[in-house]
Structure formats: C-alpha cells, structure tokens
C-alpha cells in the first residue's frame, strides 16, 4: 500500500498508527508528492494507493496500481467521481479500516497469508450460569493480556449487552464477518483488519445485532472463522465469550486451551454446572472438562457506565482479581 498526502503530519500520524495497528497486513510506503510516488512505482508493485484528491490526475491513473482510493478534504473532481473516497479529517483508525474494506472487497483472487511459527492461544470463557461477570472477566482479562501481546476479543452471546456501548465505533458486526467468509471471496484477513476496533490494546469485532441470525450460523462456520484468524492474522490470543445459542459449542471448546467458568454458589446455579458436567461425559465428551478452570469473578465496586466500565475492568482490584484468578494466562511464559 502506497499513501501519498502533501501533509508531512498526516503521513506521520498515519504511518505510526499503520505500524501500531495492523503492520502485517500490508507494506507500506509513505510519500509527500506525485514525483516520489511515480519513481517508486517504476520499479516496485502497489496494489492500493490513497492519494489526496489534489494529486490525483492522468500521470497517477497511468501508473497501473490495482486500487486508487482517494483521499478528500471535502469535494473532488467530477472526473475522479467514480473512485472510492475517503475523507482525510477523521482517525487513522477509521480511515484504515475504510481502507480494507475497500480492497477486502474489490481484489477477488484468493490472498491467503501464514505466519509461520506463531501459534494462537484461543482462550475460552463460558458459564451455563447467568449473571456471573463472565463477559466483564472475558473483557478484563482480553484487556490485561493487550498490554504485552495482540488480543482479539469475540463475543458470541445472543445478546451480550455491548451493543449500545460500543455503537459509536460500529464498523461491522461478527454476523458481517461470517457473511463475508461464506461468500468465499478471499481477502478475510483484509475484511477483518477493517472491522476490529480497539478498547485500551486489545482488539474486537462488535458483537452480532440480530439473535435469530446468530443461531443460523453453523459449527463449520464459527471454525472456519477460527482458523482464518489463527492462519491469516497476527493475533497471539484469542478470547472466545460464548453463549449458549453457539451452535456446535463443544466443538468451538475443543479449540480452546484453556476454559474458564465463572460460577455461583447457590443451589440452582451449581446443579446447572453439575447438568453440564453430566451432558459433557454423556456425550462422550469428558475432555472438555479437563480444559475448564472454575472462578469466581469478584463483584465490581462503584463502576461507571458504557466505555468508561468497559475501560475501568483493565485496573485497580477488579482486575488485580482477574489478574489472579488467571496467573497461567497473564504470565509471559504461558502466552
């Protein structure tokens, strides 16, 4: 990817946060006028280039570059009307997830992508007991592992409460990603880039607005999702928050290296647990088990509301207790 902007301080800003964000996705070339631009283009391939609608012209079109996507301050010719634009004065993170969209959805052929060596951590947290903190722990702990490694962040509740919260930063939901994936068009990894948005580090994709759509996805395609994260991204952990309505939980569970299974003490909650426990070995299914760690998350004191919550789970004692409860995972040794 190629961006050339007559702007010193944007092309700065917006390369730092390139390498922040998402630096293995594509390479980079930044440039502050046309001439720079068209030498490097001689001799090395762009793909897609955002330029300010004020250099664009024949020179720049006669380049052969796979994608132009303009870049505007406001209006842009009537003759460059038919390109992709995006609008210069918003964040970087905006603008890049505009980016990938564009060209997720453009470039048909297949660009499938490896990271050899790395291996993906898929953390677990489920609970057949209602009101137990399990999204507020799968949330602190996602945000506490940020601070040293890449994070994403799925919730797969039918209704997980944070559509409201995190609306502002809408960008698509995981129901877009699972249809994107099923129109096998290739470029997952360039669709995802552009729909995570980041809270305090770690990673997410907002989760589904529409709960009978939900249920339509199948086991195959939450674990075709699961692979293209874990072979075409650059993500050490991934945080699984999952719901009852998943279909094919246990084989998402198998996936997992660890579990955790936040829970209550009272009657009704651990005869739920037990019934679980009992379906898993029923089903032949008893090394499932094997995988869950059992907690209990600590009650939040004082908490704000909306992002500022979201914020306050990574620190003072709520996260201290997370930090605790999860010492195998936030250890370096372990991730």
């Known amino acids: 990817m190629a961006v050339c902007d007559w702007e010193n301080r944007f092309v700065k800003n917006f390369l730092d946060y390139y390498m922040i964000k998402s630096p293995d996705v594509m390479d980079i070339k930044v440039f502050t006028e046309v001439n720079g631009l068209k030498a490097y283009a001689a001799t090395g391939k762009i793909d897609v280039l955002l330029i300010s609608d004020s250099f664009m012209g024949d020179d720049v079109e006669e380049l052969g570059i796979e994608k132009i996507i303009l870049l505007s301050e406001g209006g842009v010719s009537k003759k460059y009307a038919d390109y992709p634009i995006i609008y210069k004065y918003q964040s970087s993170e905006r603008i890049i997830s505009q980016i990938m969209n564009i060209y997720a959805d453009c ?12 291996s993906l951590r898929i953390i677990g947290v489920y609970s057949p007991v209602r009101r137990t903190g399990k999204t507020s722990m799968a949330l602190a702990l996602g945000q506490l592992l940020a601070k040293d490694k890449k994070v994403l962040y799925l919730n797969m509740e039918e209704y997980s409460g944070l559509g409201r919260v995190l609306e502002g930063s809408y960008k698509g939901d995981l129901l877009d990603a699972i249809f994107y994936q099923r129109q096998k068009n290739g470029n997952m990894r360039y669709k995802l880039s552009g729909m995570t ?29 699961i692979s293209t994260i874990e072979e075409q991204t650059d993500y050490s952990i991934l945080i699984l928050d999952m719901g009852d309505t998943v279909e094919g939980l246990s ?13 209550r003490f009272d009657f009704f909650s651990q005869g739920k647990i037990l019934q679980f426990e009992e379906y898993m070995r029923n089903a032949s299914k008893e090394w499932i088990l094997d995988k869950i760690v059992k907690v209990e998350v600590p009650d939040i004191k004082g908490a704000a509301n909306g992002e500022e919550y979201l914020r306050s789970l990574s620190s003072g004692a709520f996260a201290g207790s997370i930090r605790n409860l999860c010492m195998e995972d936030y250890c370096n040794a372990y991730v």
Do not use: F, H
């Not at 048909?108 to 490896?114: M, N």
């Not at 948005?197 to 999702?225: F, H, Q, R, T």
């Open 107 to 118: 470039v048909r052929e297949d660009t499938s992508y490896c990271y050899p060596g790395r």
């Open 197 to 225: 948005c980041a809270l305090n580090g770690m990673e997410y994709i907002c989760p589904a607005a529409y709960s009978e759509d939900l249920k339509s996805v199948s086991a195959s395609e939450w674990l075709e999702l």
């Open 251 to 263: 084989s998402i569970m198998e996936k997992c290296s660890v579990i955790y299974m936040p829970q």
